[in-house]
């Protein structure tokens, strides 16, 4: 039986986006913080997750991003300092094959 990822990480807001024709599901969970207890740290988690596997870029991250601020979740203040792309693993099974990955960087007009 599938598991949501709002269940396991008692996700506080979730949203439909689509970008570049796939069709994302966004979860945002405010003060999320480290369950080992290592740190009082907490931050803000955001999961963009689809059922669609994505086969080809690109994957227009600004899309992303407007989108965040336009939802109030982050503000055009704040400043990108990671991309992290990859699976993730809540049960089941799969593979990920990444090939040629690349990441252009280009300053907003």
Partial sequence: ?????????????????????????????LKHGDSSDGTSDTWTYIAFTTTESILSGPLDIHEFIDFLIEKGII????????I????EVVGGEGTA?????SLVVTQRK
């Fill in 84 to 87: 992290e792309l990859g699976n």
């Fill in 1 to 29: 039986m599938p598991v949501s990822i709002s269940a396991i990480w008692r996700i506080y807001f979730s949203y439909d986006l689509a970008v570049n024709g796939v069709d994302f599901d966004v979860y945002v969970r």
């Fill in 97 to 101: 094959e990444i090939e040629n990955y």
């Fill in 75 to 82: 503000s055009s203040d704040n400043y990108l300092t990671s």
